[in-house]
């Protein structure tokens, strides 16, 4: 339980070059031309088919991805990007976004439906083990290049920059489970994003969760490290709390007291992390499963997160 991992439960100690590391694959994603492309689609929800696009990017080492872009109908006034959970995307979900928003949708590399790539594993449990055998190739480190690239597409679709701090749009950045693990990584390395809010978020303190038995791709990675222990000196660039230390933007997060695919124990890592002058945490009382409170809990939340990202 989280509070094991709060009570002294050992963390391993960051890698030294952890910051210069994540900052040079920043820095080649930075330099991927995104060459976004745009077509109808019918939207993978029940929203409007005439505000609903379907958007194709570049990503870092040439992977081509794709996603979904809807358009307010009146004037843009921020944007947001909304991530998924290990299984890819198979609806879209406008609960996270102000109405006045440009919202992107983008798929991580090798997930369904609109990210497949041959040689990438599409099944969590597969995909969280691919390329682990170094830092450079781990398939973590590109997909966190994809949220990066993601945002530099939005940017040539609107025609206009990204960032407050840049002088353009508010950027919101909302990622639930595998999105929310992904996105502590990817975010203190863009300046772009302004404010994000994270539920569930996986891959967390990686000592204590994969001591956790789970039903999720921690279980996969667990059995791995288990026979090749020489993989921690890769996992230990992919621990989204040692990430988040870093974040320096208004952050939600919404850890669960229980859940069975992502332990709690990382999820509450992730939140203790973020510092506190700029954190909310806002509990949950489970993950990856329904429960009477979760309505309530995840309406409350959603408000919260739209605030946020509209700057209230």
């Known amino acids: 339980m989280p509070g094991g991992y709060r009570c002294g439960m050992r963390a391993r100690p960051e890698p030294d070059d952890f910051d210069e590391f994540w900052k040079g694959l920043a820095a080649r994603a930075s330099r991927v031309e995104p060459n976004p492309t745009r077509s109808p689609a019918e939207p993978a929800s029940d929203g409007d088919a005439t505000r609903t696009e379907l958007a194709h990017f570049t990503s870092l080492d040439g992977i081509r991805l794709g996603g979904w872009l809807v358009?307010?109908?009146?004037?843009?006034?921020?944007?947001?990007?909304?991530?998924?959970?290990?299984?890819?995307r198979a609806a879209l979900d406008p609960r996270w976004a102000p109405a006045d928003a440009a919202v992107f949708y983008p798929v991580a590399r090798g997930l369904p439906s609109l990210s497949l790539v041959p040689g990438i594993p599409s099944v969590g449990r597969q995909h969280a083990l691919h390329g682990i055998d170094a830092a450079d190739t781990y398939v973590h480190g590109g997909c966190a290049a994809d949220v990066w690239c993601a945002v530099s597409a939005l940017e040539e679709i609107l025609g206009t920059r990204l960032g407050?701090?840049?002088?353009?749009?508010?950027?919101?950045?909302?990622g639930p489970s595998f999105g929310?693990?992904?996105g502590a990584m990817a975010l203190p390395w863009d300046d772009r994003i302004d404010a994000a809010s994270l539920y569930v978020p996986s891959f967390g303190a990686n000592a204590a969760r994969l001591a956790v038995a789970c039903v999720g791709s921690g279980d996969a990675v667990s059995r791995w490290v288990d026979a090749h222990p020489e993989a921690w000196a890769v996992l230990d660039y992919f621990d989204a709390a040692t990430a988040?230390?870093?974040?320096?933007?208004p952050t939600i997060v919404a850890p669960a007291r229980e859940d069975p695919a992502v332990p709690p124990v990382g999820q509450f890592a992730i939140a203790d992390a973020v510092p506190p002058e700029h954190r909310r945490i806002m509990p949950m009382t489970a993950g990856h499963r329904e429960y009477p409170e979760e309505a309530a809990e995840m309406a409350a939340y959603a408000a919260a997160t739209r605030e946020l990202f509209a700057g209230a």
Do not use: C, D, M, N
């Open 164 to 174: 407050q701090r840049h002088g353009g749009l508010r950027l919101g950045y909302f």
């Open 180 to 182: 929310g693990g992904i």
């Open 71 to 88: 358009l307010p109908e009146g004037k843009i006034r921020s944007a947001v990007i909304i991530a998924h959970g290990y299984g890819g």
């Open 244 to 249: 988040a230390r870093r974040l320096a933007v």
